[in-house]
């Protein structure tokens, strides 16, 4: 067998690049004429035919492809046309309803039938070509995780939710809006523990949400203080209502980030960004998604407790004087109008509304009595998903703002109960409390690598957050919550899997410390830089 020479290697380059330019130019005659013809005025629609072309080849040639793509669309797109030019985001429709964005770019108002959107498309085209290139190359073969049957428990109770809705009333499209992100959660929790095998992967993926996060943090505070300048906040806040879950889910990583270092690079970006974050959160004036941080803080400060027995005074040290400047900065700013007071509001808007807060309050009371009675008119089966709850308690009719008001409500909890009945809102807690409890144990465990214990730490608190806040405030139906927590879900419930490998990326738990302050050695191993970052040894 001959070896290739420099003439080879040449030559095979040229007929790479000629390839590619005909294919360029294929590509560009294929949308130019179908833009010709369908005489859009708008770039969308051929980028959009542009991307479905090369989707296929990418995800063939690519097989992480599909992984990336898809956590850096759940960090980035809103769900909703919000038509923000500040926020270049809200243009993009990657989470759309099909029908949406014919309607929006392509003018087509009529257009009400196709009842898919473009995430489920990618989704639909990217488990294709992965299953055919798993068959084609040997490779077939599906993980389910320790999460994963206490999650699918679940989504049969869902699954006869829907049929039970249905077959007693329910709307079709209106069904298929509410069921849609629950099955979201178990999707996205496969494509996790399937697709990352490595820390290396985990490592990009914490560099895509903190990039991702950090930019829409940038576009935020430039949308409060252009678009709103001199002005208060408006009530609804700047932007898409679920993008302080993802604010407050990178407030959380930058606090774990602080014990469970990773790399400096990461960490001082993730410091650099900081600032922007906390601004675009307060931009989005959501107090349910501040009460949600305050109350994670506390299972963070326990496992921290349990996992650093040597730093145990300094751990309630920093709670206790956390205590004490919180308690000063609420009573210094509880009655401020200024952007950051508003932590301070939602937490009086609690005890002492305003008349905003007070009308919110009281909506909210009237909509969980409303759900308590239609509750009980089948407390077992539970009602079924596609119809409107009843109104047993007068409430302000909202639709002309949120057309599904009655039937995706705010306390979500209470809704997962009348879609499914008690037996299934038993299972949606069994559960919730198979993850948290899973979570805890890794992230306790000092056989678990230190690195994979800070992401089970992360995954819990942003898991926990997820609950907190859909009592309050519409995120347990939210697609792109749901997708970005079952992917850390299927990353927590995969570790176990590499938690011993080690490669060029990724150290043996035999070389790394279990818990750097549990013995002397460890300890000294820690505060001379032996390890700085994630994977890094001796």
């Known amino acids: ?36 013809v369908s005489q859009f005025d708008t770039l969308i629609i051929p980028n959009i035919l542009i991307i479905a072309i090369m989707l296929p080849i990418l995800l063939w040639k690519f097989p992480k492809f599909s992984l990336y793509f898809l956590f850096f669309a759940i960090c980035l797109f809103e769900i909703i046309p919000l038509g923000l030019n500040e926020i270049p985001t809200t243009l993009i ?4 309803n099909v029908n949406t964005i014919l309607q929006v770019y392509a003018g087509a108002s009529d257009a009400h039938e196709f009842p898919l959107n473009m995430f489920e498309i990618f989704i639909i085209v990217a488990g294709a070509a992965s299953l055919i290139r798993s068959v084609y190359t040997g490779t077939a073969k599906l993980n389910s995780g320790p999460l994963f049957w206490p999650l699918l428990g679940y989504e049969a109770f869902v699954v006869f939710g829907w049929i039970h809705g249905l077959f007693t009333g329910g709307d079709f499209k209106i069904s298929l809006q509410e069921v849609r992100s629950q099955f979201y959660l178990i999707l996205a929790y496969v494509i996790g523990v399937n697709s990352v095998q490595d820390k290396e992967t985990v490592r990009k993926l914490q560099w895509a949400m903190v990039l991702c996060i950090g930019l829409k943090g940038l576009f935020y505070t430039l949308c409060r203080f252009t678009l709103y300048a001199g002005q208060p906040v408006p009530d609804q806040g700047v932007g898409s209502h679920e993008e302080s879950f993802f604010f407050n889910s990178y407030i959380i ?64 040290v920093v709670a206790l004087s956390f205590a004490i400047l919180s308690t000063g900065y609420y009573q210094v700013f509880k009655n401020s109008g200024s952007m950051i007071a508003q932590p301070a509001r939602a937490v009086k808007s609690q005890f002492d509304p305003d008349e905003r807060d007070a009308s919110s309050n009281a909506y909210r009371d009237a909509e969980n009595q409303d759900l308590m009675a239609t509750i009980k008119l089948d407390p077992i089966l539970g009602y079924g998903y596609g119809k409107r709850m009843l109104h047993a308690v007068p409430i302000a009719d909202i639709s002309a703002l949120y057309e599904f008001w009655d039937v995706v409500t705010h306390n979500q909890i209470l809704w997962i109960w009348m879609r499914v009945g008690t037996i299934g809102f038993t299972a949606f807690w069994i559960a919730v409390c198979s993850c948290i409890i899973f979570g805890i144990q890794r992230a306790t465990n000092p056989d678990v690598d230190w690195e994979l214990q800070g992401i089970s730490l992360y995954t819990v608190l942003v898991f926990s957050m997820l609950i907190v806040f859909g009592l309050l405030d519409l995120q347990l139906s939210n697609f792109r919550d749901m997708l970005f927590v079952g992917i850390w879900l299927g990353i927590l419930a995969g570790s176990a899997r590499f938690n011993t490998v080690s490669d060029n990326t990724a150290t043996a738990v035999d070389d790394i410390p279990a818990s750097p302050l549990s013995t002397p050695e460890r300890t000294r191993h820690l505060l001379t830089g032996g390890r700085t970052g994630y994977g890094r040894t001796r």
């Open 1 to 36: 067998m001959s070896v290739p020479t420099a003439d080879d290697f040449a030559r095979n380059a040229r007929t790479a690049r000629l390839k590619t330019g005909l294919f360029c130019g294929f590509l560009a005659l294929v949308c130019a004429g179908l833009y010709t």
């Open 93 to 96: 429709p990657f989470f759309w």
């Open 253 to 316: 990583f930058f606090i774990v980030s602080i014990v469970y270092r990773p790399s400096k690079a990461l960490f001082y970006t993730t410091i650099g960004f900081l600032p922007l974050v906390i601004l675009g959160n307060l931009a989005c004036n959501r107090r349910a998604g501040t009460a949600a941080l305050i109350i994670v803080l506390p299972i963070m400060i326990a496992v921290l407790y349990k996992n650093l027995p040597k730093s145990r005074k300094m751990i309630a």
